[in-house]
C-alpha cells in the first residue's frame, strides 16, 4: 500500500475505467474540438469567419439528413435510400418551378408527400415484415432514382430565379449565420428534444436497444421503426428542397451517393450500429466533423478522389470503433 | 466392468460464480460401456457438470481424468477432439445440410481431392442403421424430427470415435416410441464400450437405461448407487434432504373474493404445453412449479401474449380477452416480470427512470410528451420503496448490481397498479438481502389485492409465498396443492412423478 | 396478413418455372425476343452480372454479403486499361485481379479480426474502392490503348462470345467447387451455423475470407470484361451493381440467411434478371424503369426471403 499521497493503481485504473464509460459514447464533441484546433494549426486559412461559416453552411446540408437518419439508426435500422430521397425533394421543387406562392407549395407539398410515402414503404417492409434494412433501403434508394429519373427524363432540370423567401432560406444570412446552417440547428434541438422528452423517444431508444423487452413492455415496434423512416425521409426531402434552391441546377443523379456521406456523419457523431444509442446531439458533431474534414481537405488542395478514399476509410474506422467500444452488455449484430 | 480404468472422471471439482458454488468438490468416475445417470433438483449442480466436461465451463479446483490422466479440456473443440461428444436441447447441427454431410462434418470421404459424396452417404447410413435409425442420408437435417436429429448427432458422434457421450434430457422432446428407440440406441452404445452419462428427470427411464446413478443436491454428488439396488423413493428422499414445509407464516387476510381475476381455459401450444386451465384469484399469490422445460415460463408467456397459441382462452375480470397481445394485457392490468431482466425485463442503456418509466398507460394525455418532473418522482418513490441501491435515478440500469436491476424491472410494472402480475424468477441471480426484499414485495402486493403467478425454481420459495401451487410436467399441470398441505417431498414427487389426472386438493399418487 | 403474404412466399414455384415463366412471357410479349440475334445480345448482356453474381453467391451462402462489387468492377476497368501503355493488357488484367484480392482480403478480415457488419464494412470498403478508381484515372474515363484487349470480349469462341464463354466457364468452377469440394461445403458449413461449424472444428475465418476474396476478383473480372467491351476503363460504372447481383443470386433461391442454394439457382436468376432487363430494351422501355423494376425485384425478394421461416427447432 503506497503512502497516503500518491494513489494506488487500483484508484488509478479506476479513475480511468469510470472516465472511459463517461467518454464513450460522447466521444464527438471532444473529437470535433480537436480536429478543429489541428486544422488551425495546420491550415492557416482554416480558422477564418468567413470559412468556418461556410463549413456550416456545407455541413447543414448533410447534418439535416443526419439528424432524420439518426432516428432510424437509434431504432436499429439503416436507411440508405436518403441519398434518392434528397433528390426527390431537388427535382419536385425545382421542376415546379417555384417563383411564386402557389408553385412553391406546390413543389414543397409535392416533395413532403413523395418522400413521405417513400418513408411508409422502407418502414413497413423493415419495421412490419422486418426484411433486412440495408439492402431493402439500397433496393427504395434504385426505385426511388428510377422513377426520378423517369421524370425528368435524366435531363438537367434548372430554373433561373426562385421565390425570394426559399432564396434567402437556402443562400441567406441571418446576421452573420448562414440560414441553412440555423434550420440545421433548429433541427437538431427540435429532434433531440423530441428524443429525450417525448414518450415516442423512449421507445424508440428501448426498440433499438433492446427489442425484446420493449416488446414485452407494451411497445409497438412496428410503429416505432415506421415512424422513424418518416422522420428519415422527411427531413432527407427537406434538405434536398434546400440544396436545389441553392444550386438553382440539378443533374443526374441529382441526390444519389448523398447517403454515405449522411452514414459517415452519422457514424462519426458516435452513433451505434445496433441500435439503442447515440443522440442527435452527437450527430451534430458528426456532421461538424465531416464538414471540417473535407473542408481541411480542400483547402490542402486535396483531389476529389482522394477525398473520396479518405471519407471511405473515415467511415470504415468510425465502424471499426464503434465495434470496439461497444459496451459489453450490448447485443451484437 | 469393475477394476478398469474409468473413461473420464473428476476429482475434488469445484465450480464457484460470483455469489453462488455450483459445484462442491465433487469426485466421480465413468466407466467405459456403463450408463451413468445424473438427477437433481434445479440448480442442483448436474449441468453445471456437464458444462464443464463438454468444455463449455472450466472448473475452479479440481481435476479431469481422461483415461486416467489429467487433461484440461478448455473449449468444446477441445471436447470433442478428446472424444467427448455432448448432446443437447439446442443441438450442434447445421440445419441446411444433409444427414450424411453432418455426421460426417470435418472429415467428409475424398477421392483425389473431390468430396466422394457416395462414399459420405454410404458411411452415414451404415452408422444410422446401426443405431437402429431409417433415415435418408440426403435429408435436410432441418426437415427432421427431434427423435431424427437426435440419431444424427450420435453418429456423428460415433464417426469422430467418440468414447464418451453426454446427453442432457435426451428424451424431454421425444414420444414414446421415440423414446424405445433412444434406448436401444444407449444399449448398443454401451455395447461398444462407450461411456454413457445420461441427465434426466424422468426417474423411471433411468431405472430402465442406467447402470448407476449419482444424486446431486445443491452442488454436491451425495451418493451414488446402483440401479438395481435402490428405488424411486430413496433417490427422491436423497434429491430434496432435508424437509421443507410450508412457511407458518402466513398473511392473516386470507383469500375471500372466490370471483377469479384471470381464467385461463384450454390453453395450447404444440410442442410447449396442452391442456392447461387454471384461475387465480385477487390477493392470491399462485405457485407454478416443475422442472425445467415443463413449460412454465411458455405458459406465462402465452398468457401475457408475448407468444401465439393454438387454442384456449383467456378472461380478465370476467372479460375475454381477443388476439392476445402485451399491450392489450398491459391494458388490462397485467404484467410480466420476464425470466432473462437483461434482454426482457430492462433496457440496458437507459436510466432507471427511462426504464421505470417504459410501460406507458396514460398515452394521450399531454401530447405524447414525458411529464419528467412526475416521471423522476415516482421513479424516486419506486426507488425508495423497493430499496433499490444506486447512485442515482439517471444511473443507467447496465451498471447495477443483479438485485437491483431486478427491482428496477419489478418497478415498472409497480408504477401501473397492475391488477395482475406474473413473476418469472424473480429471484434468480440476486443476492440474499435483494431476494428477502423482493419475496416482501411480492407478499405485500398480494396483501393489496392484487393477483401474482409465481414461478421459481427453488422450492424454499415457492413453499414460503405461495398460497396455492401447480406443478408442471411436460407441459401438462399434473398436481395443485394449496399451501397448508404442500411440503417438498410431494412437490417433488409430482414434478418428477408419473402423470396423473389432476384432482382438485391433492395429487392422487404413488404414495 | 403477415401470415398471407408468408404463405404466398413458401408457395414461390422453383426457379425454373419462373425463369420459363419469364421466358414465354417476354416472348409472346414481345416477337423480336426469340430471335437468334437477341438471344445472343441476351447472352453477352449477362455475362458480366454472371460472373459478378458467381462470386456474391459464394459470400451469400458463406452468410455475409459484400457491396462494393461495383465499385469492385469499375476499378478493375480502370486498372486494366490504365496499365496498358506500361505493362501490356495482359498484366493489366494480372493487376486487376489483384486489387480484387487486396479488397476481398480486406473485406474478409474487417469482417472476421474486427468483426465489423458485413453490410457496413463494405459499404465502407466500396467507398474507397470507388475513390481509388476516381484517383487512378483522374475522374476521367480512359479509353483504351491496345485493339487487342477491346477484341478480346467478343471474340467468338465456336460461335459464342468469350464473355459469356468466361461467365459460363466461371460458373461450372464455382459450381464445382461449391458441390464437390470440401472447402465449398465447409462454406455451406458455416453460412448454416457458425457456431456448428466452429464446434466441429471447421476452419470458420478461413473460409469467410476465401468467400470475401472470390467475391471481390470475380467482380474485378467483371470489370475487366466490361472494359473490354466498352474499350475503355471507366471509374463511374457499377452503382447497380450490387443491386443486379444480390437480386441475381435471391431470384435464384438462394437465402440471405446462408447455408443454402446452388449455383445453378445463381445461374437461373441470372438468367431471369437478364431476360427481363433485355425484355424491357427491346420492348423500348427506358434504362430508368429497368433501375425501378430491379429495384422492386429486390426489395420483393429480400422480403419474401425474410417471410419464409427457416423451420425452427422442435424443442
Not at chain 1, 61 to 90: N, Q, R, T
Request: charged fraction near 15%.
Amino acid at each position: 500500500m503506497s503512502g497516503p499521497s500518491a494513489p494506488s493503481i487500483q484508484t488509478v485504473r479506476r479513475f480511468a475505467a469510470e472516465l472511459g464509460d463517461l467518454m464513450r459514447g460522447r466521444m464527438a464533441w471532444p473529437m470535433l474540438l480537436l480536429i478543429g484546433v489541428a486544422l488551425s494549426i495546420l491550415l492557416p486559412p482554416f480558422l477564418s469567419l468567413n470559412n468556418l461559416l461556410g463549413i456550416l453552411r456545407q455541413s447543414s446540408f448533410v447534418g439535416i439528413v443526419a439528424v432524420g437518419m439518426s432516428f432510424a439508426m437509434i431504432a436499429g435500422c439503416f436507411d440508405l435510400s436518403v441519398g434518392a430521397i434528397v433528390g426527390v425533394g431537388e427535382v419536385l421543387l425545382l421542376t415546379a418551378h417555384p417563383t411564386d406562392i402557389g408553385s412553391t407549395l406546390l413543389g414543397v407539398c409535392s416533395a413532403l408527400v413523395v418522400a413521405a410515402l417513400v418513408g411508409l414503404a422502407n418502414g413497413l417492409a423493415v419495421g412490419w415484415l422486418r426484411a433486412n434494412s440495408v439492402v431493402t433501403t439500397i433496393g427504395s434508394a434504385f426505385v426511388v432514382l428510377g422513377l426520378t429519373l423517369i421524370y425528368t427524363n435524366a435531363q438537367n432540370v434548372t430554373v433561373v430565379s426562385i421565390y425570394p423567401a426559399l432564396e434567402f432560406m437556402s443562400a441567406g444570412r441571418l446576421g452573420v449565420l448562414p440560414v441553412p446552417g440555423i434550420l440545421f440547428l433548429v433541427a437538431a434541438i427540435i429532434a433531440q428534444l423530441g428524443l429525450s422528452r417525448t414518450r415516442y423517444g423512449r421507445e424508440l431508444y428501448a426498440a433499438g436497444g433492446n427489442p425484446e423487452t420493449a416488446e414485452l413492455s407494451g411497445v409497438r415496434i412496428a410503429k416505432v421503426r415506421i415512424i422513424a423512416y418518416l422522420i428519415s425521409a422527411l427531413l432527407a426531402a427537406v434538405s434536398g428542397m434546400l440544396i436545389a434552391c441553392r444550386v438553382l441546377s440539378l443533374n443526374p443523379p441529382y441526390g444519389y451517393g448523398f447517403e454515405f456521406d449522411v452514414l459517415t456523419a452519422v457514424m462519426l457523431g458516435g452513433m451505434g450500429l445496433t441500435g439503442g444509442r447515440g443522440s442527435v446531439v452527437g450527430t451534430v458533431a458528426g456532421a461538424l466533423m465531416l464538414g471540417m474534414i473535407g473542408n481541411g481537405m480542400n483547402l490542402s488542395g486535396i483531389a476529389y478522389e482522394l477525398q473520396l478514399v479518405v471519407k471511405g476509410a473515415l467511415l470504415v474506422g468510425a465502424v471499426a470503433l464503434d465495434e470496439r467500444f461497444r459496451p459489453a452488455w450490448q447485443s451484437g449484430q | 466392468m469393475l477394476g478398469q480404468t474409468p473413461a473420464i472422471s473428476v476429482v475434488k471439482l469445484t465450480k464457484r460464480f460470483p455469489g453462488v458454488v455450483a459445484l462442491k468438490d465433487v469426485t466421480l468416475e465413468f466407466r467405459p460401456g456403463e450408463v451413468h445417470a445424473l438427477v437433481g433438483q434445479n440448480g442442483a449442480g448436474k449441468s453445471t457438470l456437464v458444462k464443464i466436461l463438454s468444455g463449455a465451463l472450466e472448473p475452479s479446483e479440481g481435476q479431469i481424468l481422461l483415461g486416467g490422466k489429467p487433461t484440461r479440456v478448455a473449449t468444446p473443440v477441445d471436447a470433442v477432439g478428446f472424444g467427448i461428444a455432448t448432446m443437447t436441447q439446442e443441438m450442434n447441427l447445421v440445419p441446411t445440410l444433409s444427414v450424411a454431410e453432418n455426421v460426417l462434418i470435418g472429415h467428409l470421404a475424398q477421392r483425389r481431392g473431390r468430396v466422394d459424396w457416395p462414399a459420405v452417404r454410404k458411411a452415414a447410413r451404415e452408422l444410422l442403421v446401426e443405431l437402429g435409425f431409417d433415415i435418408d442420408p440426403d435429408a435436410r437435417v432441418e426437415n427432421l424430427s427431434v427423435a431424427q436429429r437426435q440419431g444424427v448427432e450420435i453418429a456423428r458422434a460415433l464417426s469422430r470415435r467418440a468414447k464418451i457421450v453426454l446427453m442432457d434430457e435426451p428424451t424431454s422432446a421425444l414420444a414414446a416410441p421415440e423414446i424405445e428407440k433412444l434406448f436401444g440406441t444407449v444399449a448398443k452404445l454401451r455395447a461398444r464400450d462407450t461411456s454413457i452419462i445420461y441427465i434426466s428427470h424422468k426417474l423411471e427411464e433411468i431405472f430402465r437405461v442406467a447402470d448407476r446413478v449419482s444424486v446431486f443436491r445443491e452442488g454436491e454428488c451425495v451418493a451414488t448407487l446402483e440401479t438395481g439396488k435402490t428405488d424411486r423413493d430413496a433417490i427422491v428422499r436423497l434429491m430434496v434432504g432435508r424437509e421443507l414445509r410450508s412457511d407458518a407464516e402466513r398473511r392473516k387476510k386470507a383469500v375471500c373474493e372466490r370471483v377469479p381475476i384471470l381464467e385461463v381455459a384450454n390453453l395450447a401450444s404444440k410442442g410447449k404445453f396442452q391442456d392447461v386451465s387454471f384461475q387465480l384469484y385477487p390477493g392470491e399469490i399462485l405457485g407454478i412449479e416443475g422442472l425445467v422445460g415443463s413449460g412454465r415460463t411458455e405458459i406465462v408467456r402465452a398468457v401475457f401474449g408475448a407468444d401465439p397459441v393454438d387454442s384456449g382462452s383467456i378472461r380478465v375480470a370476467g372479460k375475454p380477452i381477443g388476439n392476445v397481445r402485451p399491450d392489450r394485457m398491459i391494458a388490462s392490468g397485467v404484467g410480466l416480470v420476464p425470466e432473462d431482466r437483461r434482454t426482457q425485463g430492462l433496457v440496458l442503456g437507459m436510466s432507471i427512470v427511462d426504464n421505470v418509466s417504459l410501460v406507458d398507460l396514460a398515452r394521450r394525455r399531454s401530447f405524447g410528451l414525458r411529464e419528467i418532473g412526475v416521471e423522476r418522482s415516482a421513479a424516486q418513490k419506486l426507488v425508495d420503496a423497493l430499496s433499490v441501491r444506486a447512485p442515482s435515478l439517471a444511473t443507467p440500469v447496465a451498471t447495477l448490481s443483479g438485485g437491483n436491476q431486478q427491482k428496477v424491472a419489478i418497478g415498472k410494472w409497480l408504477r401501473t397498479s397492475p391488477r395482475i402480475l406474473i413473476f418469472d424468477e424473480p429471484t434468480r441471480g440476486v443476492d440474499i438481502a435483494a431476494k428477502a426484499d423482493i419475496l416482501r414485495i411480492i407478499k405485500d402486493l398480494a396483501e393489496q389485492g392484487v393477483g401474482i403467478i409465481f414461478i421459481s425454481s427453488e422450492q424454499a420459495e415457492v413453499l414460503t409465498v405461495c398460497d396455492r401451487i401447480l406443478v408442471l410436467r411436460e407441459g401438462r399441470i399434473v398436481a395443485e396443492f394449496n399451501h397448508k398441505e404442500a411440503n417438498s417431498e410431494l412437490l417433488t414427487q409430482a414434478a418428477f412423478g408419473r402423470s396423473r389426472p389432476r384432482l382438485s386438493g391433492t395429487e392422487v399418487g404413488a404414495p | 396478413m403477415k401470415k398471407l403474404l408468408a404463405k404466398m412466399a413458401i408457395s414461390r414455384q422453383p426457379t425454373i418455372f419462373v425463369l420459363a415463366l419469364v421466358i414465354v412471357g417476354s416472348a409472346i410479349a414481345e416477337p423480336q425476343f426469340l430471335t437468334t440475334a437477341n438471344l445472343f445480345n441476351l447472352l453477352r448482356q449477362v455475362a458480366p452480372n454472371c460472373i459478378v453474381a458467381t462470386g456474391m453467391a459464394i459470400v451469400i451462402i458463406a452468410g455475409g454479403i459484400d457491396l462494393s462489387v461495383g465499385a469492385m468492377l469499375s476499378l478493375g476497368g480502370v486498372i486494366a486499361v490504365a496499365a496498358q501503355p506500361s505493362f501490356g493488357y495482359g498484366l493489366g488484367i494480372l493487376f486487376a485481379l489483384l486489387a480484387g484480392a487486396a479488397a476481398g482480403l480486406t473485406n474478409g478480415l474487417l469482417v472476421t479480426r474486427l468483426r465489423i457488419n458485413a453490410f457496413i464494412g463494405t459499404l465502407g470498403v466500396m467507398t474507397i474502392v470507388r475513390g481509388v478508381a476516381l484517383t487512378l484515372s483522374r475522374s476521367h474515363t480512359l479509353p483504351g490503348q491496345d485493339p487487342a484487349f477491346a477484341a478480346l470480349a467478343d471474340r467468338p469462341i465456336v460461335g459464342i462470345p468469350a464473355s459469356t464463354v468466361l461467365a459460363f466457364a466461371l460458373f461450372l468452377a464455382g459450381h464445382y467447387f461449391m458441390s464437390s469440394t470440401p472447402a465449398g461445403r465447409s462454406i455451406y458449413a458455416v453460412g448454416g451455423s457458425l457456431e456448428a461449424s466452429r464446434l466441429a472444428g471447421l476452419r470458420v475465418e478461413r473460409s469467410l475470407l476465401f468467400a470475401y476474396l472470390s467475391s471481390a476478383v470475380a467482380a474485378a473480372l467483371a470489370g475487366v470484361v466490361v472494359a473490354s467491351e466498352i474499350n475503355s476503363g471507366s471509374p463511374v460504372l457499377g452503382n447497380d451493381t450490387p443491386l443486379s447481383a444480390i437480386a441475381a443470386v435471391l431470384l435464384g433461391g438462394i437465402s440471405m440467411r446462408g447455408g443454402s442454394g446452388t449455383m445453378i439457382g445463381m445461374l437461373q436468376g441470372v438468367l431471369i434478371l437478364g431476360v427481363l432487363t433485355n425484355g424491357l430494351n427491346i420492348s423500348g422501355v427506358g434504362g430508368f424503369y429497368q433501375i425501378v423494376v430491379v429495384g422492386s425485384l429486390l426489395i420483393l425478394t429480400v422480403v419474401l426471403d425474410r417471410l419464409v421461416p427457416r423451420k425452427s427447432r422442435r424443442k
